[in-house]
């Protein structure tokens, strides 16, 4: 199993530009997750999904968009890229939304807006 | 609303030495905790989780945590250090107040320099 997979692993956008974020996971699980790691900062969440044509806000949703219309995938959107979007993209997956399930995550996507 | 806090930014151990990686946490309910690890340009490794039961908890590498439900703490410890353990360390929790399938609320991070 690849596990859960990233790309691009870095870009850089102009302010405007718009771009996805693209996150696939082989482990048939129905939960996922975007979330943004800024220096010296934890993960925020920004988007979630529990299942394919399902998708909810986290905790920081502002400037993005999110689909998931298969079980493997979920991207996420930036439709206007603004320097405060510069940031570590991370996406993680689990198979259940009980608390006390791991979530896994992918190796990131570097992100900075200019 | 859940918290975490990780009061030290950086810890600074020699090689051989037992190491302590802080973490208290703030949740409505009863907390679900975790320990995730960050090498340099790669995602977040999960380490080891408290649900329930036994206080002590084992992970991979080596790693234990220890849950103290009346201080709230969920401290990483390992009683040997090695400097392939240097990277960025995460404490996380989720409770279920929120009802949901949300995510995991994290710590700032503690960076684990291991000294030779």
């Known amino acids: 199993n690849a596990g859960v997979t990233q790309t691009p692993k870095f870009r850089i956008l102009k302010i405007g530009q718009s771009m996805t974020l693209q996150c696939t996971q082989d482990?048939?699980?129905?939960?996922m997750y975007w979330y943004r790691q800024d220096p010296g900062m934890g993960l925020k969440l920004i988007y979630y999904?529990?299942?394919?044509?399902?998708?909810d806000k986290g905790e920081v949703p502002n400037g993005y968009n999110v689909s998931r219309s298969t079980t493997e995938d979920f991207p996420l959107r930036l439709e206007l890229a603004a320097p405060s979007q510069t940031s570590v993209y991370f996406c993680?997956?689990?198979?259940?939304?009980?608390?006390?399930?791991?979530?896994?995550f992918g190796p990131g996507t570097r992100l900075l807006v200019l | 609303a859940q918290s975490v806090a990780q009061p030290e930014d950086q810890v600074n151990v020699a090689e051989g030495n037992p190491l302590t990686v802080k973490c208290t946490y703030s949740?409505?309910?009863?907390?679900?905790l975790f320990w995730y690890v960050q090498y340099p340009n790669r995602g977040l490794q999960f380490l080891l989780k408290y649900i329930t039961g036994d206080n002590l908890v084992k992970g991979s590498y080596g790693f234990e945590a220890e849950f103290n439900k009346s201080q709230t703490s969920f401290h990483l410890k390992k009683p040997s250090a090695l400097v392939s353990d240097s990277a960025l360390y995460f404490c996380?929790?989720?409770?279920?107040?929120?009802?949901?399938?949300?995510?995991?609320?994290f710590g700032k991070g503690t960076h684990l320099i291991i000294q030779p």
């Open positions: 993680a997956s689990s198979y259940s939304g009980l608390p006390g399930v791991t979530q896994y």
């Open positions: 996380a929790v989720r409770d279920m107040s929120g009802g949901g399938a949300d995510g995991l609320t």
């Open positions: 999904s529990v299942g394919a044509g399902i998708t």
């Open positions: 482990m048939n699980h129905n939960y």
């Open positions: 949740v409505s309910g009863n907390p679900y």
